[in-house]
């Protein structure tokens, strides 16, 4: 190289390292890669940021549980899992089927890669009210592995107005008979009891607190969910469906645990099938 262009190139290659800086709308810290893999169960802090967050959180915010992670589906296209693991992401439910005749295109790709990570991962259905609860367990078994270490199976129940095919409303006695034929068949198939997953309007409409034996996951993404549910239990709470997470494509649902990080530990111990 002639020794005339070596302090332009120099000049150059300061003013492209000037122009780097913090990814997405909101910062966040540089992203973590681990040196090597990250034992199953060891809590990594999240390195997360919020395309749309909260301005005060009424109560104890998201960021003071120390055990974050996410939920996914087809939407996510690709994800780097070791980089997310890293980053914060200590578990994640997948979606795997819905109704009685859907599978998600990504649930395969996620499990193998959630799992080769590291990161505690389940599955959930997403539930159809135009079939059997039971036809739609058995779907669920036929698509979902019993793997050793798995969280426990998730029932996701919404109403569905945006469906194409079924967006009907049946009542309060019916649906609680429905998610708890739902828990007693994925309860014998997997050895432990389904996560009942809701919003603020199906598990008031439905008085889903009366569920017989349901360990909940609630979504509440403006208020804390003891403001918003009325003090009711939880175990996991999806706090924003915006986060910016590194090694996943664009915004994810992000979640916390309940408890603390030998809870968590603890939790995982019960839990397991």
Not at 96 to 112: L, Y
Request: net charge neutral.
């Amino acid at each position: 190289m002639p020794a005339m262009m070596r302090p332009l190139i120099l000049s150059l290659c300061l003013v492209l390292a000037a122009c780097g800086g913090p990814r997405g709308p909101a910062a966040h810290a540089p992203d973590a890669r681990p040196a090597a893999a990250i034992p199953a169960g060891q809590v990594t802090a999240p390195n997360f940021a919020d395309a749309d967050p909260v301005d005060g959180w009424n109560g104890r915010p998201p960021q003071a549980y120390p055990v974050h992670g996410l939920d996914v589906s087809k939407f996510q296209r690709s994800i780097d899992w070791e980089l997310a693991r890293a980053n914060g992401v200590n578990f994640v439910f997948i979606k795997a089927t819905e109704g009685g005749d859907r599978v998600d295109e990504m649930f395969k790709d996620h499990w193998r890669g959630a799992g080769r990570a590291g990161v505690a991962r389940g599955a959930y259905h997403f539930f159809y009210h135009c079939r059997p609860a039971i036809e739609q367990a058995r779907w669920f078994f036929r698509h979902v592995p019993r793997t050793p270490g798995m969280l426990p199976p998730v029932l996701d129940m919404e109403w569905t107005p945006f469906s194409p095919t079924c967006t009907i409303r049946r009542t309060p006695e019916e649906i609680r008979r429905d998610a708890e034929i739902f828990i007693r068949a994925v309860t014998q198939h997997y050895g432990q009891r389904p996560i009942l997953y809701t919003s603020i309007d199906f598990f008031e409409d439905n008085q889903m607190w009366k569920v017989q034996g349901a360990e909940f996951w609630l979504r509440a993404v403006a208020k804390h969910p003891k403001d918003l549910y009325d003090g009711h239990p939880w175990t996991f709470w999806q706090y924003t469906s915006t986060g910016l997470v590194p090694g996943v494509g664009g915004k994810v649902d992000v979640n916390v645990f309940a408890g603390s990080a030998e809870g968590w530990a603890g939790w995982l111990a019960a839990r397991a099938p």
